[in-house]
T-cell receptor, first 115, second 112 residues
Framework: ETGVTQTPRHLVMGMTNKKSLKCEQH?????MYWYKQSAKKPLELMFV???????ENNSVPSRFSPECPNSSHLFLHLHTLQPEDSALYLC??????????????FGPGTRLTVT | EDKVVQSPLSLVVHEGDTVTLNCSYE??????LLWYKQEKKAPTFLFML????IEKKSGRLSSILDKKELSSILNITATQTGDSAIYLC????????????FGQGTTLQVKP
């Protein structure tokens, strides 16, 4: 256990559905991240939040909408997804996201299948 | 564009063997290089390297950074079946967003 939890662990949704992924970190960190991991491709950063403020949006389509109500919780709201969005979505946290060098700790991921 | 390349992409060894995994990078402003192990789901943190030539060690795993060669290696000695995993190398630059750029990973299979 890394101190980062994600729910649900598995999700199957249709292209017209709306669902949300949840991430919670119990490490007292200030920065949280969403990554996408597709088969045979490197981990891709989607969003970065530092002290609840979004500091990076890596050209992610608007059908993915992040929300960070506080430093411990991060959501990814999903709507009108496409089958190519099927992937493992990983949440991570780190002490900070500023000028220091901080390792990131990952949650177990949500395996998303879009039908 | 910042880039991380790992080699080999996959590797099959037998228990007891020693393996060396490679990570090469191109980055504008280097801050740190990180190694992760990914078994089923969550990548787990192994090492963070910021200074060249200083070896980080944890049990049978060790890693070293060579800033001149823009590369890092991860060594695993006396491999065990439990070392079977994907090993990920990631790069952090001095931009202030905490962004990590990952390589495609090396899949290691250790056979009994």
């Amino acid at each position: 256990e890394t101190g980062v939890t994600q729910t649900p662990r598995h999700l199957v949704m249709g292209m017209t559905n709306k669902k949300s992924l949840k991430c919670e970190q119990h490490l007292g960190h200030n920065a949280m991240y969403w990554y996408k991991q597709s088969a045979k491709k490197p981990l891709e950063l989607m969003f970065v939040y530092n002290f609840k403020e979004q500091t990076e949006n890596n050209s992610v389509p608007s059908r993915f909408s992040p929300e960070c109500p506080n430093s411990s919780h991060l959501f990814l709201h999903l709507h009108t997804l496409q089958p190519e969005d099927s992937a493992l979505y990983l949440c991570a946290s780190s002490q900070g996201a500023g000028l220091g060098a901080y390792e990131q700790y990952f949650g177990p991921g949500t395996r998303l299948t879009v039908t | 564009e910042d880039k991380v390349v790992q080699s080999p992409l996959s590797l099959v060894v037998h228990e007891g063997d020693t393996v060396t995994l490679n990570c090469s990078y191109e980055v504008t402003n280097f801050r740190s290089l990180l190694w992760y192990k990914q078994e089923k789901k969550a990548p787990t943190f192994l090492f963070m390297l910021t200074s060249s030539g200083i070896e980080k060690k944890s049990g049978r795993l060790s890693s070293i950074l060579d800033k001149k060669e823009l590369s890092s290696i991860l060594n695993i000695t006396a491999t065990q079946t439990g070392d079977s995993a994907i090993y990920l190398c990631a790069l952090s630059s001095t931009s202030n967003t905490g962004k990590l750029i990952f390589g495609q990973g090396t899949t290691l299979q250790v056979k009994p």
